[in-house]
DNA sequence: ACCTGAACACCGTTCAAGT
DNA sequence: ACCTGAACACCGTTCAAGT
């Protein structure tokens, strides 16, 4: 005799990724989740397959909306303008969702969500290509893409320390390594 | 009566390190660093505050060893080639130790070994300030740093799916990086 | 077919008792 | 002064029993 359906998996996933941004990684516990959609921990597992699959499937929708939000900045006119534009919305997405950002490509979540990161890459990669050519295209985008993570995750992580405006050096290397990119 | 002293904290921390990078952070347990060092897991507490405490240790020394790794690359010459030496150094440290790196702008570890970072960022002040001037020697340093600590995050968490040589991407970057920071 | 309570293994941590 | 066994709380996960 069938039991109705308390929950859903979207519902888990977003719980998830709602614990994640108020309690940490350490206070995303199936016992938190399950709390949460109103459900018995144990009853998690008909969805999940386990706490690092849930895990997985959080950093996946988040990498689904932040590809979403870049696809959805305007795009088409000057590439380098473009890309800034697309630097500042990574970054405002990041702050947003700072929790579920730092685990894009921590160890953990390692693997997964591959798809959607590729998806996210198109809109660097078509301004990369009118910038810098189709020969360099990618590694141009890799260069983009690398500065921008890897600046977002210092700031998250707090590690800018020696003063300065945080703002300012952003505008700076956008700047800078959009202008690279466009030399031959 | 005292107990003769069977461990030491710079033990317990080199065995984190060890441990961390044959077993990755959920294999860091205390049990694990206990049975390393030949000692019960209450012990530990002696020493280390706690689980977190010691992983921040584990996170500084890391840090001082890549400054001490940075601080050794021959410098002085051309602030471009500097710069190159530089990235290719810690790129290199970050293989050899690919579990502590991505652990340094963790969530976890954040707050920690923000002086060792200082130390760190010596040698590519230097570059930068003859490479950009006194004025975006900051800056110029910031931008070198994101790009780099990104790149490898990426790179570690095999995020480069897209195809095209990993090695060419970072020499692409090093070589665009240094040369728009160059420029007036 | 989904949900639950009970149970298990494991982990971080505390503490009184040993030497 | 350091070390230990015992104990506790907490967490991920399994499973037989419920509806």
Redesign the pocket.
């Known amino acids: 005799?069938?039991?109705?359906?308390?929950?859903s998996l979207d519902e888990i996933v977003q719980a998830g990724r709602d614990i994640l941004e108020s309690a940490g990684v350490a206070?995303?516990?199936?016992?938190?989740v399950?709390d949460r959609v109103?459900?018995?921990?144990?009853?998690?597992?008909?969805?999940v397959?386990?706490?690092?699959?849930?895990l997985r499937l959080v950093v996946e929708a988040t990498v689904r909306d932040l590809g979403a939000q870049l696809n959805a900045t305007a795009t088409g006119g000057d590439p380098r303008r473009d890309l800034a534009e697309l630097a500042r919305a990574f970054r405002a997405f990041a702050h947003a969702h700072p929790l579920g950002c730092q685990l894009i490509f921590a160890p953990k979540a390692a693997g997964a969500s591959l798809d959607a990161l590729a998806a996210t890459a198109a809109p660097v990669l078509r301004a990369t290509t009118l910038l810098a050519g189709e020969q360099h295209a990618l590694q141009a985008a890799r260069t983009v893409t690398a500065w921008a993570y890897g600046f977002i995750s210092m700031e998250l992580a707090g590690a800018f320390q020696l003063g300065g405006d945080v703002e300012d050096a952003y505008e700076f290397g956008i700047a800078h390594i959009a202008g690279a990119l466009s030399a031959p």
Chains 1, 2 share one sequence.
């Open positions: 005799m069938p039991t109705p359906e308390r929950t206070g995303l516990t199936m016992q938190a399950a109103g459900v018995r921990a144990p009853s998690l597992y008909k969805r397959r386990s706490r690092d699959d849930l």
